[in-house]
């Protein structure tokens, strides 16, 4: 009888910058705050791609090679599709759906052949539940070509982006439109990117998407800021509370080895400290680093 593999680790990438920070803080005697902020610096996260790259095959190229050396298994995460954000932060994304293609494969020549998990555009599947973009079955149409070319490297592990429980209440629709993204090709989906819904929250939520899908596809939960669960009013101040919102803290370590029926990890999608947009006066823009923000999770975490 065989006996499985190892369940993969998965790669810190040690140019990151909660370690850069926690370098400066011990220059300035700060030994405490850099410590917390090493909570963050040594656990595996994930690698976002935008369309901001000049080459998406270099960036993915050198980010695997990096964790092929590691002896390591990265996360990246494809957040490029059209109108990727609805309105919401801007447009962003890919200009047009040709651009979108010819994306997608450069991305997927950049893994040649090594590990990796990639998490499929996030809010994609979500949004065209919701009803955006207008062309909402050239949207799923996109994801499920993507799907397919990612896959086609035989070496990314593929999961689509589901949203989280607090978002499409309608499981049936949303495993509807996922099933026309590609879910029975890809290895799963992803659920609570970038968001703050508890893990046995997820879990639950994931087992009825997965029932909807025939019960046996897998799922990932992004824990990265998930300890204290969500915000408890919808808005803090003028702003919603998914952005932003404070006394949150880091959530589950990253592990391949859960534990949970179904679930294949839990990942630290979102970097924690990274904002989420510059929702009230005097917070960074979407994407930067905020360390005040980052020393809250850390000291929040149990």
């Not at 052949?113 to 949207?139: M, N, Q, T, Y």
């Amino acid at each position: 009888m065989s006996v499985p593999p190892p369940p993969p680790v998965f790669y810190v990438d040690p140019d990151n910058p909660a370690a850069q920070e926690a370098a400066r803080l011990d220059t300035q005697g700060r030994a405490d705050d850099a410590a917390l902020l090493r909570r963050i610096a040594t656990r595996p996260t994930a690698k976002w791609l935008t369309g901001d790259e000049d080459s998406v095959r270099d960036e993915v190229d050198e980010f695997l090679a990096e964790a092929n050396l590691a002896g390591q298994t990265p996360v990246l995460v494809a957040h490029n599709v059209p109108d990727r954000n609805c309105g919401r932060e801007g447009s962003g994304g890919a200009s047009s759906a040709a651009e979108y293609h010819r994306w997608i494969r450069e991305f997927a020549a950049g893994v040649d052949g090594r590990p990796v998990i990639v998490i499929l555009e996030p809010g994609a599947v979500p949004d065209a539940v919701d009803g955006c973009p207008r062309d909402v079955s050239g949207r799923l149409a996109l994801l499920r070509d993507a799907v397919d070319v990612l896959e086609s490297t035989d070496s990314a592990r593929v999961y689509l982006d589901a949203g989280h429980p607090a978002w499409i209440r309608d499981v049936g629709a949303l495993a509807a439109a996922l099933r026309k993204a590609g879910a029975a090709e890809a290895d799963g989906f992803a659920l609570n990117v970038a968001n703050f819904v508890s893990t046995d929250e997820n879990v639950r939520y994931g087992h009825q998407i997965s029932d909807k899908l025939g019960g046996k596809t897998r799922f990932v939960i992004d824990t990265s800021r998930n300890g204290n669960g969500p915000y408890p009013a919808a808005t803090v101040g003028r702003a919603p509370s998914w952005c932003n919102p404070p006394g949150r803290a880091l959530g589950a370590e990253p592990t391949a080895a859960p534990g949970a029926d179904r679930v294949d990890a839990l990942l630290w999608v979102k970097y924690p400290g990274e904002s989420d947009s510059d929702c009230r006066p005097g917070e960074p823009e979407s994407g930067e680093w905020w360390p005040e923000y980052a020393l809250g999770l850390a000291r929040g975490a149990r």
